[in-house]
């Protein structure tokens, strides 16, 4: 399996990425200067060590969804100090599946830099969190299964998103309030970057409405 260091994100200041076959793991900087670690990827734990260590160092680790917990046991083992980190209505299955204890989306919240925002999508199943950064290249969405993209090495942006196949069936609960919790969302801040956990990242002038137009056929 192919795996790629944290390497910076242009025009995010403070935002990271690594790569373990398709999956990815966003690194973004707290507001004391440590690491906060999205969606933990199984196989990084290792490689990341130092690469972490030299840009602050971990003091959180959020694990974005239910589903997204193979990474957890081994990031937890790497980084004892660190703050494991889940939301409420995800909790319950992670806490079956890897016996660990987490700490609330509040525990994090109290980190944040003050661009960045905790983002609790509604209609969803999975405790889905996504991050969201405002920079002066513009707003940056970092997301789980929701949205994902086309794979291209690491640095190059791709233009467009796309669905996972899986997430209508396993992701939504309720179509219409996700519909309108997106739409409401990007009427107000206009994302133009996409850090998905599925692919590489998107960069597009018109991102929001391509976000909302997947939705409608997808959903």
């Not at 734990?45 to 959020?62: D, F, H, I, R």
């Not at 942006?157 to 609960?173: D, H, Q």
């Amino acid at each position: 399996m192919t795996i790629q260091p944290f390497s910076p994100v242009t025009g995010l200041n403070g935002v990271y990425v690594a790569r373990s076959g398709k999956l990815n793991c966003t690194a973004f900087r707290l507001r004391d200067g440590t690491i906060c670690l999205y969606s933990p990827v199984a196989g990084l734990e290792k490689s990341e060590l130092e690469n972490l260590a030299e840009l602050g160092g971990v003091s959180a680790v959020l694990a974005p969804n239910h589903y997204h917990n193979k990474g957890l046991k081994g990031h937890a083992d790497a980084y004892p100090s660190a703050s494991l980190i889940c939301s409420k209505s995800a909790e319950p299955r992670l806490k079956k599946v890897t016996e660990l204890a987490f700490n609330p989306l509040g525990t994090l919240k109290s980190q944040l830099a003050e661009n960045q925002k905790i983002l609790e999508p509604k209609g969803l199943k999975t405790g889905e969190v996504w991050v969201q950064i405002e920079t002066a290249s513009g707003i940056a969405w970092i997301v789980t299964d929701a949205f994902n993209a086309k794979l291209h090495p690491p640095g190059v942006f791709a233009e467009s998103p796309s669905i996972l196949g899986t997430f209508p069936r396993y992701g939504v609960k309720d179509s219409s309030v996700f519909n309108d919790w997106v739409n409401e969302q990007v009427s107000a801040v206009r994302p133009t970057i996409l850090l998905p956990c599925h692919g590489s990242p998107v960069r597009a002038p018109d991102l929001s409405s391509q976000l909302v137009g997947l939705l409608k056929g997808a959903l």
